[in-house]
């Protein structure tokens, strides 16, 4: 699964677009410091029933923001994404490729 194919699913099983599970993480102070990955996965776990896969792809945009490693870009297979940066503004308002 790519990147933004996890991303793509956090906001069907959550209803939240990645920003906004983003904004959510700022407000619980995830962002600001460095949080430990295992407090944020609880909390998207307890909260959103997101499993350690999904939550690692959050975790990501989280700590890093929505750039990405070139190394899958254009590659093929199941990883492969189409751009370095993720989209963060919802599946519905995302730019066709």
């Known amino acids: ?3 933004q194919a996890y ?3 956090i906001e069907d099983k959550t209803g939240l677009t990645p920003r906004q599970l983003l904004e959510l993480a700022r407000q619980k102070g995830f962002a600001d410091a460095p949080a430990q990955a295992g407090e944020i996965l609880d909390w998207l776990k307890t909260d959103y029933g997101l499993g350690r896969g999904h939550g690692m792809a959050l975790v990501h945009v989280i700590r ?3 750039g990405i490693s070139s190394k ?4 093929t297979g199941a990883h492969s994404d189409e751009s ?7 599946k519905a308002s995302k730019p066709s490729s």
């Open 1 to 3: 699964m790519s990147f």
């Open 72 to 75: 899958h870009v254009g590659a």
């Open 84 to 90: 370095d940066t993720l989209w963060l503004d919802g």
């Open 64 to 66: 890093q923001g929505p």
């Open 7 to 9: 991303l793509d699913t």
